[in-house]
């Protein structure tokens, strides 16, 4: 990589813009490209600096700076890009205005990187932790610059707070989650170079890649927290580097008056290392594979502040839990409203189409809304205990109310069987009709889990109620044999019958169609040879009709096999 003099030379080539309105006087200047919405809750993008971007059309890398509000991150652009505080950054306690938003250097350096020229861009961050701006607003910035730059410069002074893992920790969560949001979560997150710059004179024996490194390390017997923050810093992988950068001058009020001579000797030799170290681990901005031009690189950003802006966040003040924790919350609540719009009961197939159906509505939902790709794992599953919590109790409800109405059908079929049971024999075709429609109307209005039950309880009481009913023809019932006197003279007449728990009529004739019978030969003929049935005591049984009125003997809707059969002993 060529790192000579790229700091000292500005790259004010032609072939780096299109034509524009702007002069090229007009470059050597910093350029708002995003600055906070009159609220100072949110972003919104500066035209201006996104048309300087837009005319570059080689591959762009940003090297950003982060930090608290006057930690001096105006000043390390300006003495990175070798440029006094009247003509770079604006100071702040040179300018009232300081910087608000994110500002770029309006002439990017060339940088040849891996034999790609490269045009590297600077941006100057809003400091966190000012008076009158929202953690969110601050989070928001973090976040951005995060996304976009190829280099992050953290610079902290002194030393690195706890709060400064956290705040780092969740900046990269938020860059992650609200990257995924815009190029779809199987795109994995390519996080930029993380340089962490102490601004410390002395270390006390540690390098201060010690010192980042003892930061970072888990934390014993803590309550989890703690590390979990540092956890969501794995993504960064082995992209970041220590470096420590003394104070240039005790009277840092001043240190844009002076000149190189007049500061401290360790800090100049400190300050031309870090340009060489930043130059080295500069490449270009990537996205998909692919490395961004000016166009791209705005297009990139308009995409990832609209979502930033539209995205509901948490800020670092409050735990990610308790943000997820909401959203579960208003997932579960969109689960059960929907549940709760079942008429029960219903049946069981119903019951489940119904649970999966809303269940992936409310895991929908919570794709949209949650945040945080790590801790959306562990929500998740929360999530989706709950929701079965709520479906197990919707299946107790459905099984009540299923048991309550089918209950209330069988008692009254009962009630009305119980009066039909009285009936002579000339109104037995009451008690057919009342029973076909006591029937339908059960097997129609009994529905839900409790219904298979209580169609076996109907099945068995219809069984028994059958077989006290009276029959013309002196019938005389033992077990599954009932022995017939008929008036015919023939000999002994036997109906077989099996019982099952579908039973579905009642006094049909045991003409069976499919005996091929002819109803018309009756008496001794036999119609049929019935095999199979000589253990009864005689070689031959035939079927025929049976005169005897049998209207009280009940049988299955099976085959023809299974139903009863009517057999006669030839003589």
Known sequence: ?????????????????????????????????????????????????????????TPIAAVAVIGPYRSGKSFLLNQLLTLSCSEGFGVGHMRDTKTKGIWVWGTPRELNVDGVKTSVLFLDTE??????????????????ATVLSSVLIYNLPETIREADISRLSFAVELAEEFYGRVKGQDVAFEPAKLLWLIQRDFLQGKSVQQMVDEALRHVPNSEGQVNQIRDSLAIMGDNSTAFSLPQPHLQR???????????????????????????????????????????????FLEQILEALNKGEIPSTGSLVEV?????????????????????????????????????????????????????????????????????????????????????????SCEDKMDHLQGLRLPTMAKFNAGFLQCNQSFMQECVG???????????????LVGDLLPCHGGVRKIHHKVYLTGNRGMGTLYLLR???????????SLLQPS???????????????????????????????IICTLLAVLWEKKTWVSMAITLVQQS
């Open 253 to 299: 009020t001043k240190l844009c008056e002076m000149k190189d001579s007049e500061l401290d000797p360790s800090y100049v030799r400190k300050r031309e290392k870090l340009k060489e170290v930043v130059a080295s681990i500069i490449r270009p901005k990537i996205v998909q594979g692919k490395p961004l031009n000016g166009e791209e690189f705005v297009s």
């Open 515 to 545: 005996l091929a019978c002819d109803s018309s030969h009756l008496g001794n003929t036999c119609l049929q040879p019935y095999p199979g049935f000589g253990q009864m005591g005689h070689s031959t049984w035939c079927s025929s009709f």
């Open 127 to 144: 400091g966190f932790e000012s008076v009158g701006k929202s953690n969110v607003y601050d989070d928001r910035i973090f976040a951005l």
């Open 449 to 463: 889990p409790s219904k298979a039950n209580y169609e076996h309880r109907m099945m068995k009481a219809l069984q």
């Open 323 to 411: 943000f997820n924790k909401g959203i579960l919350e208003r997932c579960l609540k969109l689960y059960s409203e929907a549940m709760a719009k079942l008429h029960l009961p219903v049946s069981e197939q119903s019951l489940q189409a119904a649970h999966q159906k809303s269940r992936e509505d409310a895991m929908q939902l919570f794709d949209q809304q949650h945040f945080g790709r790590h801790h959306a794992k562990k929500s998740v599953m929360q999530l989706d205990e709950e929701i079965e919590k709520v479906y197990k109790n919707i299946i107790l409800a459905n099984e009540y109310q299923s048991s309550k109405l089918c209950e209330g059908l069988y008692t």
């Open 1 to 57: 990589m060529e790192v000579s003099s790229w700091f000292l030379v500005l790259s004010i080539s032609f072939c780096l813009f299109a034509s524009g309105s702007f002069s090229i006087e007009d470059f050597n200047q910093a350029f708002p490209i995003v600055e906070p919405d009159p609220g100072h809750t949110k972003l919104r993008l500066s035209r201006e600096g996104l048309e300087v971007i837009k005319r570059i059309t």
């Open 498 to 508: 099996n019982v099952h728990k579908d039973v579905l009529d009642i006094g049909v």
